[in-house]
């Protein structure tokens, strides 16, 4: 599976941004998948995942409520949805697939990453 990231962006405190993940290869709607994050200077951290059917998502604390995470099998697309959204969400945001939990370790396929940028 090989995956795009895209969507990332500029956007002031408060404001939304829809990341996007297209996926092509191997079966896309057979796979958990997931988002991650890396600020500079720091490790990268888990935002949350979903599973292969859509039905189930998982999110860190800091992101519960704010983000949401959809995916559109058909169409092998991830989302991630960002609202009221913070400087501490500053980050290269990262769409992972092969699993369904917080280790970035357990995901075999990655994107290369679209930077969010929020303003105070």
């Known amino acids: 599976v090989q995956l795009q990231a895209s969507g990332g962006g500029l956007v002031q405190a408060g404001g939304s941004l829809r990341l996007s993940c297209a996926a092509s290869g191997r079966a896309f709607s057979g796979y958990g998948m997931g988002w991650f994050r890396q600020a500079p200077g720091k490790e990268r951290e888990f935002v949350g995942f979903i599973d292969w059917r859509g039905r189930m998502t998982h999110y860190q604390d800091s992101v519960k409520g704010r983000f949401t995470i959809s995916r559109d099998n058909a169409k092998n697309m991830l989302y991630l949805q960002m609202d009221s959204l913070k400087p501490d969400d500053t980050a290269v945001y990262y769409c992972?697939?092969?699993?369904?939990?917080?280790?970035?370790?357990?995901?075999?396929?990655w994107g290369q990453g679209t930077q969010v940028t929020v303003s105070s």
């Open positions: 992972a697939g092969g699993s369904t939990g917080p280790r970035p370790e357990a995901y075999v396929y």
